[in-house]
């Protein structure tokens, strides 16, 4: 196991971290991240980014809104049936505005739950922060990071490649 969590290279612009990006996806590096003060044009398909987010919303909200119809079904037509002014026992039009709710319920909290999961949340500390120029990484730096488990990490290769292509310097991150 490295001591080192990964490499960091330094860019003043936007343009010069994703030539670098997509120089690293063509070298084969796979452990890639981006840092920069605000969204960079181009940078999703530079890192290869893909979610299953989407997916996850849909599937939880799918599912909670059938279990709530079949809850609502359930306790209506065979636990607590009453009878209504002749109403049917499972009237399904009266179940719509819940099913519609905790659907939407749901999705969203499957959403933020997915999301604190994926991006590794509560987490108060990283490795970057050691990194004394990484602070700038929101007011007016930009960072490509290559992280040690990467399968084609090397220490003196990764320095090798990111010096290549002119960063204003290159840091170790240690674990």
């Not at 909200?61 to 609502?72: E, V």
């Amino acid at each position: 196991m490295s001591a080192l969590q990964g490499m960091l290279a330094e860019f003043a612009g936007p343009g010069d971290v994703l030539a670098a990006t997509w120089a690293a996806r063509r070298a084969g590096y796979v452990a890639l991240e981006v840092f920069s003060p605000y969204p960079i044009e181009g940078m999703a398909e530079a890192l290869a980014f893909r979610t299953r987010l989407a997916r996850v919303t849909l599937v939880a909200g799918l599912l909670g809104g059938a279990a709530i119809f079949l809850f609502q079904g359930w306790v209506h037509a065979i636990e607590w049936h009453l009878d209504i002014g002749g109403r049917r026992s499972f009237a399904a039009p009266a179940f719509i505005v819940p099913t519609f709710e905790i659907t939407i319920l749901c999705a969203a909290l499957a959403t933020v739950f997915a999301m604190f999961v994926r991006n590794g949340l509560p987490r108060l500390h990283h490795p970057l922060f050691a990194v004394p120029a990484f602070g700038r990484a929101s007011q007016d730096r930009f960072f490509l990071f290559i992280g040690a488990d990467d399968p084609r990490f090397s220490a003196p290769t990764v320095r090798a490649f990111l010096v290549s292509h002119a960063p204003l310097e290159v840091h170790d991150v240690p674990r």
